[in-house]
Structure formats: C-alpha cells, structure tokens
T-cell receptor, first 111, second 111 residues
C-alpha cells in the first residue's frame, strides 16, 4: 500500500514569490491535513480537508491556503513568501479521524 | 490557551538504561492523545493513541500511559535504533483532525 506522497521534496524561493505544494494521500483516505514544522515551533496545524471541504483551520494568515480535489489529492499554496515561511511542510492523511499518516514533507527555503 | 509541553527536550541514554518522556497538556475538549516517532528527514510515524485517564498501551520496548494532565512514554532497555524524536499530540475539536503537537523529545541511545 503506497504511503503519502508529497512533491516537491525540496524547493528554494525568494521573498514575495508564491509556492504550491502537492500531496497524494493513502488510497481510501479522505482526510488530508497540512502542518508546518520549524525547529523552534515544532509542528503547527495549518488546515484539514475532508471530501473537498475545509473542516478545520489553524491560526495562520490568509497567505496560506489549500484545497482538496475529488480524488482526495490536496494542494497548499503560500503567497507572498516571507523568510519566516522557511520550514518543512508535512501532509498527513487519515481515513476519517484519528491516527495520521505523514508524508516525508516538502522542505521550503525562502531567500 | 491550548498547550502541549514535552520534557526533556533532549535525552541521552546508554543502551539498556530505561527512562521516561513526559507530555503535559492543557486543552479543552481532549479527544485523544497520540504519540509519534520522527526520524531525521522523515515524517512522523504513529505509535500509540490513548483516550482516557488510566489507559496504557505497549509496543516492544515502549509503553505509553495517560493521566488527566499528562502522558508518559516509558522506554525499557532501549537500543540504538530507538534513537529518534518522540512527539506527542492532542486531538481537539468536535470533529475532524486537528492536533496540537509538542516540540518533541530528541532521544539518543548510545551503544
């Protein structure tokens, strides 16, 4: 059974640019969540999508957005990048609620 | 304010030297407490879920326990392959998957 796949794994952007990250969940999982991981703050919840609807949202500015497609694949977008957005972005899928299965993450560096 | 605190931040053990990791939490509406293991360059991997005070779960050399205010991850006779960062997370909210994560305990087991 294939795990959660995130692309790209690494990317470098400059301030002011935007970025789109992609996540393919485990087959059959309808819930997809996104987390930002930094050394100082740990994992912070961005948002969760279930059946193409945002079900929960964390305390991040509106520059961070996401969506989920009918096949449960999800994308997140960060606009007007800031240096502080440099982080590991983790996607996690779940069948409905509870145990999360994480991908290996997309490491974003903002210069 | 919902908060999850893990201690210690880092722990070095000799192989075979048992110890415990602590996760204390203050959240409203706890639905479950989860433990994950994260290896460098990887996403977190699920270990345990605990739902009610007094509950215990075991897996190989690991045992997780839960009280009304904290959880412990006991590591018995650890081996070098147990070296990783251990994260605890509390599930909150009425529906869906929203988790608050602690910043983790980095465990190093020395042969």
């Amino acid at each position: 059974k294939a795990g959660v796949t995130q692309t790209p794994r690494y990317l470098i952007k400059t301030r002011g640019q935007q970025v789109t990250l992609s996540c393919s969940p485990i087959s059959g999982h309808r819930s997809v969540s996104w987390y930002q991981q930094t050394p100082g703050q740990g994992l912070q919840f961005l948002f969760e999508y279930f059946s193409e609807t945002q079900r929960n949202k964390g305390n991040f500015p509106g520059r961070f957005s996401g969506r989920q497609f009918s096949n449960s694949r999800s994308e997140m977008n960060v606009s007007t990048l800031e240096l502080g957005d440099s982080a590991l972005y983790l996607c996690a899928s779940s069948f409905s609620g509870g145990e999360l299965f994480f991908g290996e993450g997309s490491r974003l560096t903002v210069l | 304010e919902d908060q999850v605190t893990q201690s210690p931040e880092a722990l070095r053990l000799q192989e075979g030297e048992s110890s415990s990791l602590n996760c204390s939490y203050t959240v409203s509406g706890l639905r479950g407490l989860f433990w994950y293991r994260q290896d460098p360059g990887k996403g977190p991997e699920f270990l345990f879920t605990l739902y009610s005070a007094g509950e215990e779960k075991e897996k190989e050399r690991l045992k997780a326990t839960l009280t009304k205010k904290e959880s412990f991850l006991h590591i018995t006779a650890p081996k070098p392959e147990d070296s990783a960062t251990y994260l605890c997370a509390v599930q909150v909210g009425y529906t869906g998957n929203q988790f608050y994560f602690g910043t983790g305990t980095s465990l190093t087991v020395i042969p």
